[in-house]
């Protein structure tokens, strides 16, 4: 890692902590430090959720997807799941969120069905959600630690988390949702620009070529069999159940929902945020197929590459829906 690289790194993890104490001036009491005082911009929790979902793992991982043996954009598929659930939640879910005055989504659940069940969900979501973000802020590590080797990963782990802990205490739900949106901003500068070069080194009529000769333009897939990883069928039917889940009863997705000033702002945020991620996906799988015919055409002798078989061995998304997880 070059002087300026670790220069950015500091700078932006300083920034971090700085917006932690700057929005924390304003965290003057419980419901401020959870609600947010319910006037975030609804665009900005749309952005919120994306970046939430969002993750290391998602931007290393999904454009493998594309870029592996078999591999092409029939993952997107999955993002049609996404849209359903997000509708389904918006016109039903949504309102129950704002009847009285929620802090947290479990409190529902106690009107609803009474204390054991707010506190065995509760604890359920603490236990998940301190896994999740274990594994993603692990990734994390390996990879500042794979271009700045004098940290290490443990190293990295300790600084990472003591920042995001810091930021998170002071700060409270208005700084991390500000925060989400300077990294979505990141996370798709950054693609836009891995994309841009890519394009420069391949070519886009070269790169749409070789991924046609591939097979790795393929999008749709409405076969019913069951051996197949990707199919229109199993997306909608995936995608709807899991995100009914992980953004209808989450509390890191809820949560977010909450900050706004009423339903149709929370209905208008989250409908957004599926249309943002299907433009990201279809962005990080454009990187995948730019890849192969990057290497395809720059492998010795002109040989194509051969990619790895990629497994779908389990899919994590987000709780909080965080990110999607693709074991390989």
Known sequence: MRPLDLAIVVAYLALVVGAGF???????????YFLAGHDVPWWAIAASIVATETSTITFISVPGIAWAKGGDFRFLQ????????????ATVFMPWYFRG????VYALLQTRFGPSVKALAASLFVLVRTTADGVRLLLTAFVLAAV????GVSGAIVGLGLVMIVFTLVGGIEAVVWIEVAQLAIYLAGAVAVLCLLLG??????ALAVGEAAGKLRLFDFSLDLTKSYTFWSGLIGGTFLTLSTHGTDQYLVQRYLCTDRPKSAAKALLASAAVVLVQFAL?????????????????????????EITPATVSRPAGGAATTWIC
Do not use: H, N
Request: no cysteine.
């Open 22 to 32: 700057f929005f924390g001036r304003r965290q003057q009491t419980t419901r401020r």
């Open 101 to 104: 005055e929620l802090v947290t």
């Open 284 to 308: 990080f799988l454009s990187i995948g197929v730019l890849l192969f015919a990057f290497y395809r055409a720059y492998y010795a002798g002109g040989a194509p590459v051969t990619a790895p």
């Open 148 to 151: 700045f080797q004098a940290v």
């Open 201 to 206: 080194e391949v070519g886009l009529g070269e």
């Open 78 to 89: 999955v993002v049609f799941g996404y849209m359903v659930a997000r509708v389904i939640i």
